[in-house]
């Protein structure tokens, strides 16, 4: 309840998404002594030396994403996992992809305890999307580009939304809303965030 109340007065108002974020428990995607502070709203570390988002930010990321319940939806940096087992929630589909087989491997372990059948996790540089499963009807990016990719923009179906964050890595960014019209795209910026930097190639773990 405190939790949910944290999260309103962040700005996340939208049901939906306050609901998905209640039916998922935190704790089960952190590790040993974190465990005990996953209702703190800050980030947390996770292995290969990543970071669980603050879950304001997760919240109005997805709150900005404004997922139905029949989106194919992909995210780009996997993490912890959960993000996309917010997603899961809210969506028919979820593809997540992150570049530490490492992670995607405790995230689909998660994922497996929890029951949670419709997300694919794949290790990958999702730079580069997935091309084989385009077009999507949202794209998540939880790691800062200095500029949305074009390959995700190019598999954004025509009506469909991409938020991430932009920016070089050690300043604050600015989280950004893409939307692929019939004409081109449309921009708009949320808010300031501070986010990992999107990495090309594979991890070593
Ligand atoms: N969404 C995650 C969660 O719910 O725990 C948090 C993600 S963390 C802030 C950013 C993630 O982006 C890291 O796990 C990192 O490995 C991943 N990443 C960075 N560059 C990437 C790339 N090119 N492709 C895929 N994942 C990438």
Same mark, same amino acid.
């Given at each position: 309840m405190q939790f949910l109340f944290a999260l309103r007065s962040r700005g996340v108002t939208d049901e939906r998404v306050l609901h998905a974020m209640e039916g998922v428990d935190r704790a089960r995607f952190l590790r040993g002594l974190f465990a005990s502070r996953a209702y703190d709203d800050v980030p947390l570390p996770i292995s290969c030396g990543q970071t669980i988002s603050q879950p304001s930010? !997760? *919240?109005?990321?997805?709150?900005?994403l404004e997922v139905e319940p029949r989106h194919k939806v992909l995210? !780009? *940096?996997?993490g912890s996992g959960y993000q996309a087992a917010i997603l899961s929630k809210l969506a028919r589909r979820v593809y997540t992809v992150d570049r530490f087989r490492t992670l995607v491997s405790q995230a689909q372990t998660v994922f497996d305890a929890l029951g949670i059948a419709n997300i694919t996790a794949m290790t990958g540089d999702g730079s580069h999307g997935l091309p084989e499963q385009a077009?999507?009807?949202r794209i998540l990016l939880t790691a800062a580009a200095e500029d949305p990719p074009g390959p995700l923009l190019a598999q954004l179906r025509v009506g469909g939304i991409m938020v991430l964050p932009v920016g070089q890595s050690d300043t604050?960014?600015?989280l950004i809303r893409v939307r692929r019209t019939e004409t081109g795209l449309d921009y708009d910026e949320l808010s300031t965030v501070r986010f990992v930097p999107l990495i090309e190639g594979l991890g070593e773990d």
């Amino acid at each position: 309840m405190q939790f949910l109340f944290a999260l309103r007065s962040r700005g996340v108002t939208d049901e939906r998404v306050l609901h998905a974020m209640e039916g998922v428990d935190r704790a089960r995607f952190l590790r040993g002594l974190f465990a005990s502070r996953a209702y703190d709203d800050v980030p947390l570390p996770i292995s290969c030396g990543q970071t669980i988002s603050q879950p304001s930010i !997760v *919240g109005l990321m997805t709150q900005a994403l404004e997922v139905e319940p029949r989106h194919k939806v992909l995210e !780009v *940096g996997t993490g912890s996992g959960y993000q996309a087992a917010i997603l899961s929630k809210l969506a028919r589909r979820v593809y997540t992809v992150d570049r530490f087989r490492t992670l995607v491997s405790q995230a689909q372990t998660v994922f497996d305890a929890l029951g949670i059948a419709n997300i694919t996790a794949m290790t990958g540089d999702g730079s580069h999307g997935l091309p084989e499963q385009a077009p999507f009807d949202r794209i998540l990016l939880t790691a800062a580009a200095e500029d949305p990719p074009g390959p995700l923009l190019a598999q954004l179906r025509v009506g469909g939304i991409m938020v991430l964050p932009v920016g070089q890595s050690d300043t604050i960014q600015n989280l950004i809303r893409v939307r692929r019209t019939e004409t081109g795209l449309d921009y708009d910026e949320l808010s300031t965030v501070r986010f990992v930097p999107l990495i090309e190639g594979l991890g070593e773990d």
